[in-house]
Structures are given as C-alpha cells and as structure tokens.
C-alpha cells in the first residue's frame, strides 16, 4: 500500500517536505503545491525553490500543475523533466473559487469534449508520467459516470481521487462507492483520497479497497504527524515529537525566509497541530497572534507548556 503526501497550497512546500521527512518519514511520494504556468512558463522565486531538486533530495516529490491549456501544461511539464523529475501531476481537483472561475481545476470537469481533447494533447506529447488528482465531479456526483469513460482511455500513470464533487468543497460524506466504480472499470492503478484522519479511518479505507493502490493524506499529517508511524505499528503522537518537529520546522524558515515570512508560516501548522492539543484556547491565539520572531516563540513556548495532547490526536473537520 503506497502512502502519498498531498499537495496544500502554502503548506506543504520544500522545506516542510524536508522537515516531515527527517522527523517522521514513511512517505512514498510528497505532491507538490500547484503551480500555474502561463506560457511564458514565469514562477514566483518561491515556487523556483520549490522546484528545485536540491530542494527535494532523499525523497519523492511530484510536481503538480494546475492548467487549461495543453500548451502550457506540456511547457511546464518539458521543464520539470529537464530537472529530471520523472513524473508530472494534473490537478483536476482544486474547488477553489478564485481556480474554477479561470476554467481550471474542479472546473475541467464540466466540460468532457474539452477535456479530452485537453488529454488527447499531453498524452500524446508529455515527455513524462502524467498522473491525474480528481473529483468525481462539479455538481453532481452522477457527473462522474461520464467522467470514468474518460479516464479509461488514456494511459494515466495514476489517478488519485478524492470522492467528492465541486460543490461539495470539504463538506459531506465522500462518496466511496465512486471510488468503488473506479476500482471496477480503470485500467490505471487508483489511489484514495479524503477524510483519513486517524488510524481507524485509513484502515477502513484500505479494507473496504484492498485493491487500491495507496492512499493519499493531507489533513491527517499536519493534525498528527506520527499517523503513518502508527499505521505501521509504531508509537502514537508525544508531545516531544510535536515540539520537535516544530521546532525543526521553525528553524528552516527562520534560516530561509524573511522574519514575518516565517512566523506567518509557523501560524498556519499551529492551527492544525492545535486539532491534536487540549490547550485553552487563549495560549493558541496568543500564538497566532505573535508577529515577531521574540513575541512568537515566547508564546508558542507557553502554549506547548500549557498543553497535553488528546488521548487520540486527529483533525476534527468543521460543522
């Protein structure tokens, strides 16, 4: 069973791939956040680190591109093997408002003609494995009974899935039994994404599809980083670890970012490593609220003394 890290936007950048890799390990392959090339194939400095293979070194990462246009897709793809990534992602997943406006992400999916003659195009000229991330649909989960036949007929290097539609965004049940249909009429290895957030919700997942070919995690690493080590029956979640890995984390922003940059970051992990915490809530909003390097680690310090984890650490998704 193949563990896959996803891709978040402004989460799941280099240096955190590098930190979760020598705190934890355990993952097959770490996607990359999006990056949306036009044709001019132009990336913020940020996303040039990212993309730089001394920045992924002793460990798998997949960059993923967000686009609707095959021309701009192949140029970023021709790019990314000139660095000698062997491996592309299609994002066909993103809900966000701000990407399906623009026609891309969740947003191919509305449109079928397009998006085959969108496939026709890279798996005809793509100069390396293109793996797929999808939902089953924009509107409707029913969409995805014409979506499949697509699939079926390119030589997709793997499709992740995550059960949901569009609309639904993080919300609702996914719906498992598309997932179950994939299994039954693709040819491509498929891979299960959504909603696994504690031990017991991967391995419900991987019973009811033991022919998957992995599993996908998000949300459930950042909550509890130790998830795969507990999967493979090693020892749960400790505070030491949580501090560690986030003390290992602030470090390497601290060394590569501007000052603000860093604890901005270190604001966004705090949210989720606070899902896995009983810890009034006050110390976690002075820590959010910290803008400064002395301010912040003063009060995360405090927050991490105040603190003991939960007796099972996990995301809690929201009402």
């Given at each position: 069973?193949?563990?896959?890290?996803?891709?978040?936007?402004?989460?799941?950048d280099?240096?955190?791939?590098?930190?979760?890799q020598?705190?934890?390990g355990?993952?097959?392959?770490y996607?990359?956040p999006?990056?949306?090339p036009?044709h001019?194939?132009?990336?913020?400095l940020?996303?040039e680190?990212d993309l730089l293979?001394?920045q992924?070194q002793?460990?798998?990462?997949?960059?993923q591109?967000?686009?609707?246009?095959a021309g701009?897709f192949?140029g970023?793809?021709?790019?990314?093997?000139?660095?000698?990534?062997t491996?592309v992602?299609?994002n066909l997943?993103?809900?966000?408002g701000?990407?399906?406006?623009k026609g891309?992400?969740?947003a191919m999916l509305?449109?079928?003609?397009?998006?085959?003659r969108?496939?026709?195009?890279v798996?005809?000229e793509?100069?390396l494995k293109?793996s797929?991330?999808?939902?089953?649909?924009f509107e409707?989960?029913?969409e995805?009974e014409?979506?499949?036949?697509?699939?079926k007929?390119y030589?997709?290097?793997?499709?992740?899935?995550?059960?949901?539609?569009r609309s639904?965004?993080?919300?609702g049940?996914p719906?498992?039994a598309a997932?179950g249909q994939?299994?039954?009429?693709l040819?491509c290895?498929?891979?299960?994404?959504?909603?696994?957030?504690?031990?017991?919700?991967?391995?419900?997942v991987t019973?009811?599809f033991?022919?998957?070919?992995?599993?996908?995690?998000?949300r459930?690493?950042l909550s509890?980083?130790?998830?795969?080590?507990q999967?493979q029956?090693?020892?749960a979640l400790s505070?030491?670890?949580?501090?560690h890995?986030?003390d290992?984390l602030?470090?390497?922003y601290e060394k590569?970012?501007h000052?603000?940059?860093?604890?901005?970051?270190?604001?966004?992990?705090?949210?989720?490593f606070?899902?896995s915490?009983?810890v009034?809530?006050?110390?976690?909003?002075?820590?959010?609220r910290?803008?400064?390097m002395?301010a912040?680690q003063?009060?995360v310090g405090?927050?991490?003394?105040q603190a003991?984890?939960?007796?099972e650490?996990?995301?809690?998704?929201p009402?």
């Amino acid at each position: 069973m193949r563990i896959y890290f996803a891709p978040m936007e402004g989460i799941t950048d280099a240096l955190f791939r590098q930190a979760y890799q020598a705190c934890f390990g355990g993952v097959d392959k770490y996607f990359m956040p999006f990056v949306s090339p036009s044709h001019s194939l132009s990336y913020t400095l940020r996303e040039e680190f990212d993309l730089l293979p001394a920045q992924n070194q002793g460990l798998f990462a997949v960059p993923q591109i967000l686009a609707r246009d095959a021309g701009c897709f192949l140029g970023a793809a021709r790019s990314f093997a000139e660095k000698g990534y062997t491996e592309v992602n299609l994002n066909l997943g993103c809900p966000s408002g701000t990407v399906t406006g623009k026609g891309k992400g969740a947003a191919m999916l509305k449109d079928v003609y397009h998006l085959r003659r969108f496939l026709d195009e890279v798996y005809c000229e793509a100069p390396l494995k293109v793996s797929v991330k999808t939902r089953i649909g924009f509107e409707t989960p029913e969409e995805w009974e014409q979506l499949l036949p697509v699939f079926k007929d390119y030589p997709i290097h793997e499709l992740i899935i995550h059960p949901r539609t569009r609309s639904q965004l993080y919300r609702g049940e996914p719906h498992r039994a598309a997932f179950g249909q994939a299994l039954e009429t693709l040819r491509c290895p498929v891979i299960y994404n959504g909603d696994l957030f504690t031990v017991e919700s991967v391995r419900e997942v991987t019973g009811m599809f033991p022919q998957a070919a992995g599993v996908m995690l998000g949300r459930g690493l950042l909550s509890n980083p130790a998830l795969l080590r507990q999967l493979q029956g090693g020892a749960a979640l400790s505070m030491e670890d949580l501090t560690h890995f986030h003390d290992y984390l602030f470090r390497a922003y601290e060394k590569t970012w501007h000052p603000l940059t860093a604890v901005g970051r270190m604001h966004v992990f705090l949210k989720y490593f606070a899902h896995s915490l009983n810890v009034p809530f006050k110390y976690v909003r002075e820590a959010l609220r910290a803008n400064k390097m002395d301010a912040y680690q003063d009060a995360v310090g405090e927050m991490f003394a105040q603190a003991k984890l939960k007796e099972e650490p996990h995301y809690s998704q929201p009402e």
